[in-house]
């Protein structure tokens, strides 16, 4: 990690800056496994501590540590929107618990796949977008150069340390995060604590 903050430090006097303050780095990583996308999908559009709760009711529902497939495609559908699941959520979870036990995405195999090719493989699920995958890499498979171009966070930081005008596009985030690479994931991470020290990432 020492290699990563100097690269940083040195090729980014802007995130330098932000490195200096926010103080050491500590990514919490999940595991890359089946419940970790459940998760995602639980926490999309909800505040944290509304998603936590569900999800908590879909763990203790489920009767798995992790959840499996096969513990959510034992639950009736109707069962699971009564923990709190909106029907598109419930309808995405079913679907990856299918995609997931019939073989058709296979979390083991990501171990191995380019993280273009992880997007890919994923994003085949209805639900699960590039943002999703995003987030899987950094925090689960721990790739180390991601730059998740739909992150609002990650964009408003931009454009509040970058003294940007607008919120930055896809372009602009990659022309600010070229001499990052290949730390993008770490970048991005103090990225978000500029906006929050206290947060859960």
């Not at 997931?100 to 083991?108: K, N, P, V």
């Amino acid at each position: 990690m020492r290699k990563a903050l100097n690269h940083l430090k040195k090729s980014d006097p802007v995130l330098c800056a932000i490195i200096d303050r926010v103080g050491p780095y500590a990514m919490q990583y999940r595991e890359p496994v089946f419940q970790t996308l459940v998760r995602s999908i639980v926490y999309q559009q909800l505040h944290g501590k509304a998603a936590a709760t569900i999800f908590g009711r879909l763990q203790a529902a489920a009767k798995d540590d992790p959840i499996t497939p096969e513990s959510i495609l034992r639950l009736r559908p109707a069962r699971m929107r009564a923990l709190g699941l909106s029907t598109q959520k419930m309808t995405y979870i079913r679907e990856l618990a299918r995609l997931t036990r019939d073989g058709e995405i296979d979390f083991t195999g990501c171990l191995t796949l380019e993280d273009a090719q992880v997007i890919e493989h994923l994003t085949r699920c209805k639900g699960i977008g590039v943002w999703t995958v995003h987030m899987f890499l950094m925090f689960a498979l721990r790739r180390p150069d991601v730059l998740p171009t739909g992150d609002l966070g990650i964009r408003s930081a931009m454009k509040k340390a970058y003294n940007l005008p607008d919120l930055p596009k896809p372009d602009e985030m990659h022309r600010i995060a070229s001499p990052w690479r290949p730390y993008a994931s770490v970048a991005c991470w103090y990225l978000w604590r500029s906006l929050d020290n206290a947060g859960e990432m």
